[in-house]
């Protein structure tokens, strides 16, 4: 085969998708939507190790897994945050029992998101692109000369690369329809707080009293201390003006 003919034949294979002709509207029935769901809650307990016992068993029960978990201990509570994936099926029914048994909710968000329309498409590309994997397949069997081979393959090479790429997003929504993520916060008020509004015995106004005169002049040395630019030009203004004045004292 002649050169020229083979290059014609390998032109011949458009990558490039071309418009369409006319808008399609895609109905998907609502058992084949994939959807996306999330939340985020902050649970108050009474005793802290009690409430994460709960939600560990919760969690084995429902067949979920930790993908985080921090322990916080502040000045007013201390408690876990947790990043937990459940299955998608069961995310309601788990939410439900840390609501009715677990402790106080202090807060809770839960969010749907729709991303039918980007698999649907994801689709169509690696559909698209291993066709186009097969056409060059075939060209590169008819290709006569080193030229038409390197070429063809640098474009396979290329569209390979592509379809990895769909591979690994249609990968990551699939795992993200299946499991659901709830950003769950247990947490526990500490008995005695320097921030508290509660008062309480003499000795802890005396202890609410000596910490916060103890950070008022901390924040006070560190306020002074930011302000060294200015006591620099403060210093330098006063030695010109002491330096004139003498001259001038001189000069008399």
Request: charged share 30%; hydrophobic share 35%.
């Amino acid at each position: 085969m002649q050169q020229g003919e083979g290059m014609a034949k390998m032109e011949s294979v458009d990558d490039s998708p071309s418009p369409p002709a006319q808008e399609t509207v895609i109905v998907v029935p609502d058992s084949t939507r994939k959807i996306i769901r999330d939340g985020r809650m902050e649970i108050r307990v009474k005793n802290l190790e009690q409430g994460k016992h709960d939600v560990d068993t919760l969690v084995k029960r429902y067949h979920g897994y930790y993908a985080d978990e921090t322990f916080n201990n502040m000045d007013y509570a201390h408690g876990y945050t947790l990043r937990i994936r459940i299955p998608s099926v069961s995310f309601d029914a788990f939410i439900a029992e840390i609501e009715s048994g677990v402790g106080e909710v202090a807060f809770k968000n839960i969010t749907s998101r729709d991303v039918t329309e980007e698999y649907i498409d994801l689709e169509t590309r690696l559909k698209n692109k291993r066709n186009y994997l097969i056409r060059y397949g075939d060209l590169l069997k008819q290709a006569g000369s080193v030229k038409d081979i390197l070429e063809i393959a640098e474009k396979t090479r290329l569209i390979e690369e592509e379809v990895e790429s769909v591979q690994g997003r249609l990968k990551y929504l699939n795992h993200q329809v299946d499991f659901s993520t709830l950003e769950l916060q247990i947490s526990r008020k500490n008995d005695f707080s320097v921030y508290t509004n509660n008062k309480g015995r003499f000795v802890d106004r005396l202890k609410l009293s000596l910490v916060k005169g103890w950070y008022g002049l901390v924040s006070f040395t560190l306020f002074v201390i930011r302000l060294w630019p200015f006591w620099i030009i403060v210093g330098v203004l006063y030695y010109l003006i002491k330096t004139i004045i003498r001259k001038r004292k001189k000069l008399r």
